[in-house]
């Protein structure tokens, strides 16, 4: 579907039927906010209900936690709703069930807290070049494509993109020697990906665990019914062998068929040994709340 189909959609779906020339005189942009208590931008989806019709997706310009609408009706009978959590995992709504009535310029819902996954590793950091410095150094060009790169694909929901580049990033720090560091970038692939399973699979992440912490350890691991679910869409949708080596793994195959991971370069993603060795994992650990 092209853009401005879509922007058609999107203005059928929140108004309600109005003469043109009423619309023409008094359509505007809304702006729709998402963010964590501290202010952090979330990257969700937004849902509407015009007049208490079912809820539909809104689908808009989007930046950095924010999505632009053009609206033709703005009151009362205009209901919004912000996904319980965000594309990525590393964020959940305190109040999953409270809403917005429309009011121009913008909405916005502040109430996300993080989950596991975000209290060890940040959006806002991977794609924030001065992290990237520490690591290659300040003013390097490496800084500002990796940091780009993250910003891109976690603002996309592009999830095969960041499944890969972490994978890659945590295999370099394992083979450096620094299990500590690619922890965090071995447990954000194994959430990306299962992200993308369920996008792919039309399954609503609200109420799916992915991830529970290991028994006996503090370490995240996949709940059995994500596995479950992994090895279905391994079967069912790539058609791998029950016997395939890669059953119940999240490897190469199942990354690349998510959003994303067709265009990705994972030797681009190779750290090189010098800065595997010295990797400092905390410049990208969320500041405390």
Not at 101 to 121: M, W
Request: with cysteine; glycine share 8%; aromatic share 8%.
């Amino acid at each position: 579907m092209g853009n401005s189909s879509l922007r058609a959609l999107v203005f059928a779906a929140i108004i309600s039927v109005a003469p043109l020339a009423v619309i023409a005189a008094h359509a505007d942009y809304l702006l729709i906010k998402t963010m964590s208590k501290k202010g952090d931008p979330v990257s969700s989806k937004i849902e509407v209900s015009v007049d208490n019709a079912a809820w539909t997706n809104i689908e808009g310009e989007t930046s950095s936690g924010s999505t632009k609408v053009f609206v033709g009706k703005c009151d009362g009978s205009v209901r919004l709703k912000a996904y319980k959590r965000d594309r990525l995992g590393f964020y959940t709504r305190e109040k999953p069930d409270d809403i917005r009535f429309c009011k121009t310029p913008e909405v916005v819902f502040n109430d996300y807290v993080r989950t596991a996954v975000g209290q060890l590793i940040s959006p806002e950091q991977l794609g924030d070049p001065k992290a990237w410095e520490s690591i290659f150094g300040s003013g390097t060009t490496a800084a500002t494509r990796y940091a780009d790169a993250f910003r891109d694909a976690l603002g996309k929901g592009d999830y095969g993109y960041v499944a890969i580049a972490t994978s890659e990033l945590a295999a370099s720090l394992r083979k450096a020697g620094s299990p500590k560091a690619a922890y965090p970038f071995e447990t954000m692939a194994l959430q990306s990906t299962m992200s993308g399973i369920l996008q792919e699979k039309g399954v609503d992440p609200d109420d799916f665990p992915l991830l529970d912490t290991a028994p006996g350890t503090d370490r995240l691991t996949l709940t059995p019914k994500a596995q479950d679910l992994l090895v279905d869409y391994q079967k069912t949708v790539l058609g791998l062998s029950p016997t395939s080596k890669e059953i119940g793994k999240t490897g190469w195959t199942t990354m690349k068929s998510l959003a994303g991971g067709d265009e990705i370069k994972a030797a681009e993603w190779k750290l090189p040994i010098a800065e595997a060795t010295h990797f400092d994992q905390s410049v990208f650990a969320p500041p405390p709340m």
